[in-house]
Nanobody, 126 residues
Framework: QVHLVESGGGLVQAGGSLRLSCSAS????????MGWFRQAPGMEREFVAS????????TYTDSVKGRFTTSRDNAKNAVYLQMNNVKPEDTAVYYC???????????????????WGQGTQVTVSS
């Protein structure tokens, strides 16, 4: 079983930056594409970003494009979400997720991911 643990969330002022980390264990991390999702209170879960298993291609939802960057370090079994110029509407619980082994393409669909972390809270103040 693959286990994912997010960290790095917290309170940040609008316009500031934050970096989220996701640590993976229990599987071969480099075999799978990874994704980031978020859920604000009373809102549906939404896709944020995804990265191929090689790290060579990334996709983003329109609302974060140009502000957020996802990357991975397979040697460290970790994926990151660098959040720059954050906005109050970015406030949410952020989750990392892993696709099944050998599913290396990005996806915006939550159903395409088998493993999920517990989430980390990001709060952006104005």
């Amino acid at each position: 079983q693959v286990h994912l643990v997010e960290s790095g969330g917290g309170l940040v002022q609008a316009g500031g930056s934050l970096r989220l980390s996701c640590s993976a264990s229990g599987g071969t991390f480099s075999n799978s594409a990874m994704g980031w999702f978020r859920q604000a209170p009373g809102m549906e879960r939404e896709f944020v970003a995804s990265i191929t298993r090689s790290g060579g291609w990334t996709t983003y939802t329109d609302s974060v494009k140009g502000r957020f960057t996802t990357s991975r370090d397979n040697a460290k079994n970790a994926v990151y979400l660098q959040m720059n110029n954050v906005k109050p509407e970015d406030t949410a619980v952020y989750y990392c997720a892993a696709r099944p082994p050998y599913f290396g393409s990005t996806s915006h669909r939550g159903d395409d991911y088998d493993y999920w972390g517990q989430g980390t809270q990001v709060t952006v103040s104005s």
